[in-house]
């Protein structure tokens, strides 16, 4: 079965500033996808970035870095320049397993991000 | 490109109820996943529709049930509601693949008093 394991429940970063949230994710399947959604206090999941398992680069998108590294089976999102809306819930979520289709979605018990002025 | 919508946002419901939630994807998009939040058990995958067809299912008990209808637009029931039945239910929309990226529309916020 799959697992996402996110350990951090709460973080705090000053503005413009970097900040690392952590995420190790565990398949046997070999191909599988994984994401990174943030959840403001609305409720509504915002999708940031995607990495593939066969990717060998890691994905950028704007202010958004994942860092993967597959044989330790992590993908840290990296947000750089901190600004006070990016204060949220932040998910990573695994899609897969791909036998028999379909599209499913992981997901981790999410981290609490806090930007401080 | 309009975004997943859901109806409605907010329902209030008591227990022994059935309730209809209702969820618009992106145009073009032909797969739709719904989701169930709630604080004790996290976010967890209820099913998903294909063209029609239920192509994956979580492990819900069949009070949950969903259908897909031909312009894609999906609706789940859950019947003789119970309190554990509180949360934020999400529906997502994608392509077709299973690597395609879910978009989440803004969630209906159930409460079952």
């Known amino acids: 079965a799959q697992k996402i394991t996110q350990t951090q429940p709460g973080m705090f970063v000053q503005e413009k500033e970097a900040v690392t949230l952590d995420c190790t994710y565990d398949t046997s399947d070999p191909s599988y996808g994984l994401f990174w959604y943030k959840q403001p206090s609305s409720g509504e999941m915002i999708f940031l970035i995607y990495?593939?398992?066969?990717?060998?680069q890691n994905a950028t998108e704007g202010r958004y870095s994942l860092n993967f590294q597959k044989a330790r089976k992590s993908a840290n999102l990296v947000i750089s320049a901190s600004q006070l809306g990016d204060s949220a819930m932040y998910f990573c979520a695994m899609s897969g397993p791909f036998t028999g289709g379909g599209n499913k979605l992981t997901f981790g018990t999410g981290t609490q991000l806090k930007v401080e002025l | 490109k309009a975004g997943v919508t859901q109806t409605p946002r907010y329902l209030i419901k008591t227990r022994g109820q059935q309730v209809t939630l209702s969820c618009s994807p992106i145009?073009?998009?032909?797969?739709v996943s719904w989701y169930q939040q709630t604080p004790g058990q996290g976010l967890q995958f209820l099913f998903e529709y294909f063209s029609e067809t239920q192509r994956n299912k979580g492990n819900f008990p069949g009070r949950f049930s969903g259908r897909q209808f031909s312009n894609s637009r999906s609706e789940m029931n859950v019947s003789t509601l119970e309190l554990g039945d509180s949360a934020l239910y999400l529906c997502?929309?994608?392509?077709?693949?299973?690597?395609?990226?879910?978009?989440f529309g803004p969630g209906t916020r159930l409460t079952v008093l």
């Open positions: 990495q593939g398992s066969y990717d060998q």
């Open positions: 145009s073009g998009h032909r797969s």
């Open positions: 997502a929309s994608s392509l077709d693949r299973s690597t395609d990226t879910q978009y």
